[in-house]
């Protein structure tokens, strides 16, 4: 003879994560040139190369699981890739 049972319902209310991505400038040059011809402002990136680096955090609010990393391998295009 099978055991029988009722089922019930169970409420379990989990906090969400708090997420944050931001891009950390690393170096860079804050100096930019006006070019008259193009009416742009360039910066001189031969001196100073701008440096980038994105990074994510993830924070759980009950404590069990924090953690942040930074990201590697990211490919960067100008418009689509």
């Known amino acids: 003879m099978a055991i ?3 089922p ?6 989990i906090d ?3 997420f944050l991505a931001e891009i950390q400038v690393l170096s860079g040059n804050p100096v930019q040139n006006y070019n008259k011809d ?4 360039e ?13 994510i955090s993830v924070q759980d609010p009950e404590g069990l699981m924090n953690g942040s990393q930074a990201i590697t391998g990211a490919e960067w295009y100008e418009g689509a890739p």
Request: glycine share 0%; with cysteine; proline share 14%.
């Open 16 to 18: 969400p994560y708090s």
């Open 8 to 13: 019930k319902d169970v409420q379990v209310h």
């Open 43 to 55: 910066p001189d990136r031969s001196l100073i190369p701008c440096v980038l680096m994105p990074y």
């Open 4 to 6: 029988q049972t009722q």
């Open 38 to 41: 193009t009416n742009e402002y």
